[in-house]
Every structure is written in C-alpha cells, then in structure tokens.
Nanobody
C-alpha cells in the first residue's frame, strides 16, 4: 500500500486545514487508517484513527471536538479536518495504514504503511 498525504500549509491560529491521504495498491477498506504528527524535537504522537468501514473513530484528547477524521472508500482517501488550530500543533502530519486492530490503533507500532508526511505550520 502506498500512501500520499497532502493539504498541509501555513495557517493562522484559529484557522482550519483539511489534510488528505490517498492510498493505492491495496484494498483500502481492509485497512484501519490513522493520522499522527511529529513536531520539531518531539516524538511522533497519535492524532486520530478510523476503522476500515469508517464507522468508528478515535481521537487524542488534545484534538477532540476540533479535528475530524473521515474516509471515502470509493476514493481510497482518508481525511483529517482540523479546526481551531493552535501554534503548538505545528508539525509534520503523517497518515498510516494498519491491517491490525488494538485499542483504537493509537500505537504507531501497529501501522504497516506510512505516507511521506505533510507539513502544517500554525502561526500565532
């Protein structure tokens, strides 16, 4: 499975961005999908995940109520709508795919495939 993330950019604090991750080379609906982020000098952290059918989602506490993960299996694409962005959320955002499931798929070690990352910069 190949993943291509896009949609990052520069946004002011309080603004919104929508990230996309297009998948190819596999049966997309068979994979749970996740978004992670890594800020400069910090470890990669879980943001959100969604099951293969798109019916169940999980979020990091820090983004609940502001971010929404969704997927369109007909388009082999997963999205991350980010609202009310904060400067501390400046990071490279990665999408990932997993054929496993464990406790909301919050652990990046569960993921088999990773996209290249898209950079999000939130200015204050």
């Amino acid at each position: 499975v190949q993943l291509q993330a896009s949609g990052g950019g520069l946004v002011q604090a309080g603004g919104s961005l929508r990230l996309s991750c297009a998948a190819s080379g596999g049966t997309f609906s068979a994979y749970g999908m996740g978004w992670f982020r890594q800020a400069p000098g910090k470890e990669r952290e879980f943001v959100a995940s969604i099951t293969g059918g798109g019916y169940v989602t999980y979020y990091a506490d820090s983004v609940k109520g502001r971010f929404t993960i969704s997927r369109d299996n007909a388009k082999n694409t997963v999205y991350l709508q980010m609202n009310s962005l904060k400067p501390e959320e400046t990071a490279v955002y990665y999408c990932a795919a997993t054929s496993s499931y464990y406790r909301g798929n919050r652990d990046d070690r569960l993921y088999n495939y990773w996209g290249q990352g898209t950079e999000v910069t939130v200015s204050s």
